[in-house]
Nanobody, 114 residues
């Protein structure tokens, strides 16, 4: 089965940047759609971005123009480049695979605060 491990979260100031990585196990990574969700305490889980096996992307309106999802099939890794971060972006970010999502990572905390 597929296992996902996120990394790259941390504390940044508003306007800063972070790059999240999600390393996937398995030999069929390139066939999965991948995505990032986020969830803040007391809030509903929110879809942030998705990328298809062919590289087509989609973004939540709240992050469009600031975040970029990408994938490197040779490395079995999906990335989320987050620029111009806002306090509202503070959440635990989860990587997922499958469409609809089937596998989930453990999450990585992103905190945007001055």
């Amino acid at each position: 089965q597929v296992q996902l491990v996120e990394s790259g979260g941390g504390l940044v100031q508003p306007g800063g940047s972070l790059r999240l990585s999600c390393a996937a196990s398995g030999s069929i990574f390139r066939f999965y759609a991948m995505g990032w969700y986020r969830q803040a305490p007391g809030k509903q889980r929110e879809l942030v971005a998705t990328i298809t096996p062919g590289g087509n992307t989609n973004y939540a309106d709240s992050v469009k123009g600031r975040f970029t999802i990408s994938r490197d099939n040779a490395k079995n890794t999906v990335y989320l480049q987050m620029n111009s971060l806002k306090p509202e972006d503070t959440a635990v970010y989860y990587c997922n695979s499958g469409n609809p999502p089937v596998y989930w990572g453990q999450g990585t905390q992103v905190t945007v605060s001055s």
